[in-house]
T-cell receptor, first 114, second 115 residues
């Protein structure tokens, strides 16, 4: 079945460092791809998405490009801030039995130190 | 209020209690979802409602009983839970438009502790 694999965490960086969180997927067809972020004590918020190959999603300085040839959707940010500390989830969406199904990776906890 | 709201935000219950979680969406969506987030597992899809009909039940124990009275409200009725059911329960909603898969928007979750 469809699945998502994220790099293992936790990840700890210093402020202003470059961030990459790897995400690869397995899917039949052409799913839409998402990154969600979960701040401490809160639910999931959509960070960015891409719906077709070579699309780049971007938001709040984060970017991810839908790479069909490598089945990847890696999350990047050029200069992280303490406020970026959170858990990041890669996800894909597909249709099954009349409704869309969101499949999540296991999440990567990111901590940014001042 | 906007977006997806969930009440209560925190719930502590004994194994013999009966309680309900409530979710409300103010986005005009027509599909709603329950997810379970445990400490050591990926997010698990529990139930999907599309146009107020249940279209997915991912082998969830019968002690969890969903209800979707209309497209804006979703409930999760709980009874005779086990301590391993302690988790964050997240509600989400989306717009179903033919074959197009649309973004799901999440509520803040209900942190459930079963004693």
């Amino acid at each position: 079945g469809d699945s998502v694999t994220q790099m293992e965490g936790p990840v700890t960086l210093s402020e202003e460092a470059f961030l990459t969180i790897n995400c690869t997927y397995t899917a039949t067809g052409y799913p839409s791809l998402f990154w969600y972020v979960q701040y401490p004590g809160e639910g999931l918020q959509l960070l960015l998405k891409a719906t077709k190959a070579d699309d780049k999603g971007s938001n709040k300085g984060f970017e991810a490009t839908y790479r069909k040839e490598t089945t990847s959707f890696h999350l990047e940010k050029g200069s992280v801030q303490v406020s970026d500390s959170a858990v990041y989830f890669c996800a894909l969406i597909f249709w099954g039995e009349g409704a869309q199904k969101l499949v999540f990776g296991q999440g990567t906890r990111l901590t940014i130190n001042p | 209020e906007t977006g997806v709201t969930q009440t209560p935000r925190h719930l502590v219950m004994g194994m013999t209690n009966k309680k309900s979680l409530k979710c409300e969406q103010h986005l005009g969506h027509n599909a709603m979802y329950w997810y379970k987030q445990s400490a050591k597992k990926p997010l698990e899809l529990m139930f999907v409602y599309s146009l107020e009909e249940r279209v997915e039940n991912n082998s969830v124990p019968s002690r969890f009983s969903p209800e979707c009275p209309n497209s804006s409200h979703l409930f999760l009725h709980l009874h005779t839970l086990q301590p391993e059911d302690s988790a964050l329960y997240l509600c989400a909603s989306s717009l179903r438009r033919g074959g197009v898969a649309d973004t799901q928007y999440f509520g803040p979750g209900t942190r459930l502790t079963v004693l």
